[in-house]
């Protein structure tokens, strides 16, 4: 007995149905299984890429440490090792970078924790009224220098009364979003950006000039590697003997291989005219104490950038002291 035509139309349509479902399941899982090993693919080129840059640290130790054996670490601008583009190749990945000097800048943490146990400051301590000397290079009013470092030793004591140009958890509170005052010494510089007064155009000026350390220590700066950019620091640690333009003359007149000792450098006739009391000799030198590793590693399409500070302690002993990493 036949089936009437419909019922076979009505069963072709099921079986192509069927197949298109199936079909339509097997590109699905088809999808799923290259999404996964994608992911797969990079999570491990994302270690690779990690791990990459924990060899390049750790090697960067031991460069590190035989730099500081051979110049004891009297660093000049005019060492081969300093700004020069590093490349190094390893298990199908790589990285590029360069190494600089790191100790020409003002720890912003060197502001931090200066109450005594009754909540005053000391008066006039030298880390504050340093930080206003800075400001003031930078061609910025009294007025604004007192109000940005007011704000700022707000921002890292522990306390909740505001200076008197500063602000404390009140001001940031009603904020939209609200937020707080960190309340302890900086993490990253990048939190100049949330203190009150430090505009983009106050930051921007800050940010080659300053730093945050794991202490609250200050200098030196060594001025034989100290560059045009660093002019500022020079006037600073010279009193305000000098203008922005002299500074960079000092910087730019430095012989080759920089000058022999600090004495040289003091002796200098646009240095030697400051009244010797103006002078922060304790802030200056010929000698370094942070190196940087920046650069970037690569592996496949997976990329990071990163920044490694060795500190050079007693006896010329190198450790890393931060590690800043971040995927791009």
Known sequence: MKCPRNEDGAALLSVLLMVTIMAAIAVAMTDVALRSLSRASAADARGRVGWQITGAEEAGLVAVAELFQTTSGELTIDNPVLGEPIFLEAQGGRISGQVSDASNCFNLNALAG?????????????????????????????????????????WLDSDSTPRIAGAEDAYYLSLSPPYRTGGQPMADVSELRAVLGYESEVVAALEPLVCVRHDSSLGPFNVNTMQEIHAPLMVTTLGGGVTLQEAEDILNRRPFGGWRSLDDFLELESVSRINPELVRTNLIGTATNYVEFRGTAYFGNVSADFATLYSIGEAETVRIARRDRSPR
């Open 114 to 154: 200066l109450e005594d146990d009754d909540g005053e400051i000391e008066e006039q301590p030298f880390a504050v009224n340093t930080y206003r000397a800075l400001l003031l290079s930078l061609d910025l009013s009294e007025f604004e220098v007192e109000a940005l470092t007011d704000a700022l030793m707000d």
